[in-house]
Structures are given as C-alpha cells and as structure tokens.
C-alpha cells in the first residue's frame, strides 16, 4: 500500500468531525434538554443524528476541507489523488470552493432549522457520489481508505436516519 501512514491531523479532523463530536452534541441535548424526556426515544435520537451529522460531519469538516484545499490545496492533490503537478491545484481550490460553500449552508442549518433537510440531501448524495467515486478507483493510500470510509459512512447514516 502506497503511504500507508494516514496524514495524522486529517485522520483527528474526520474522526472528530464525523464521530465524537456528534455523539457528544447528541449526549449534551439529551442530558440538558430535559422537554426530550417526553418525546418517542428512537424519533428524537434520529431527529439529532440528523441535526448534529449535518452541522458537524458536513457542515464543519467540509469547511475546514475547503479551507484547506483552498489554503494548502498540495494535501488533497497529493495525498488523495496522487496528483503530482501543481497544475492540478486550480482544480483543487475550486473544489475547496464549493467544499467551503457546502460546509456553511450545513453549518447554518443550526440556526436555519429549515435548511437541514436540503443540507442533508446535499450530503447525502455528495458524499456518497464521492465514496462511490473512491471505490471505483480503488484506494491505495491510508488517507484514501479514510476518505472513502467517512464519505460512505455519514453518507448511509444519513440516508437511514431520514428514511426511517
């Protein structure tokens, strides 16, 4: 396996970003927000898996992915996509672009409440586009396997807790 060391701040930013801090956010609301006591258990949980998926795990890591691939865009052309030629990085800053773009619509849908529905759909099908893309390139590297994990991960997390 090509680099098989995972790039050590992008691993802590997915696992917080897509694992601890929505579990922690959704532990906080069920211990503070005493009127959830009320309501059906299971509707409640999925209810702030959606709303804490949405603002951490599309909402605040695609913004400090945009950040970073409009800042540094060599990590992700290089390191995802094995793209050596800084050529390559025009294209990365775009994405970082709309990346940056994505992660404040599901970042404001925390005070938007009307924008999580369309915030989710949206990370639904861009991150499943993208874990699908993954896997038909096959990853070589650690940060790939990252990549296409979290991608299908929140992806089909997402889509449960809203079908269900």
């Given at each position: 396996?090509e680099n098989a060391?995972?790039?050590?701040?992008?691993?802590?930013?997915?696992?917080?970003?897509?694992?601890?801090?929505?579990?922690?956010?959704?532990?906080?609301?069920?211990?503070?927000?005493?009127?959830?006591?009320?309501?059906?258990?299971?509707?409640?949980?999925?209810?702030?898996?959606?709303?804490?998926?949405?603002?951490?795990?599309?909402?605040?890591?695609?913004?400090?992915?945009?950040?970073?691939?409009?800042?540094?865009?060599?990590?992700?052309?290089?390191?995802?996509?094995?793209?050596r030629s800084t050529?390559?990085?025009?294209?990365?800053?775009?994405?970082?672009?709309?990346?940056?773009?994505?992660?404040?619509?599901?970042?404001?849908?925390?005070?938007?409440?009307?924008?999580?529905?369309?915030?989710?759909?949206?990370?639904?099908?861009?991150?499943?586009?993208?874990?699908?893309?993954?896997?038909?390139?096959?990853?070589?590297?650690?940060?790939?396997?990252?990549?296409?994990?979290?991608?299908?991960?929140?992806?089909?997390?997402?889509?449960?807790?809203?079908?269900?």
């Amino acid at each position: 396996m090509e680099n098989a060391k995972p790039n050590r701040l992008y691993l802590i930013i997915v696992l917080l970003t897509m694992l601890v801090l929505p579990v922690l956010s959704i532990g906080f609301n069920f211990y503070y927000d005493k009127t959830l006591s009320n309501l059906d258990p299971l509707q409640t949980l999925r209810g702030l898996i959606i709303v804490w998926l949405v603002f951490w795990g599309i909402g605040i890591r695609l913004l400090t992915a945009g950040l970073r691939q409009i800042l540094k865009p060599a990590f992700t052309a290089e390191a995802i996509f094995h793209l050596r030629s800084t050529e390559s990085h025009i294209v990365i800053k775009e994405l970082g672009f709309a990346n940056l773009t994505l992660g404040l619509m599901a970042s404001a849908s925390l005070f938007l409440p009307s924008w999580q529905l369309p915030a989710a759909c949206m990370g639904i099908f861009f991150y499943g586009a993208a874990g699908i893309q993954h896997v038909i390139k096959r990853p070589v590297s650690a940060n790939e396997w990252i990549a296409l994990l979290s991608d299908l991960y929140i992806s089909i997390l997402l889509l449960v807790c809203l079908v269900a």
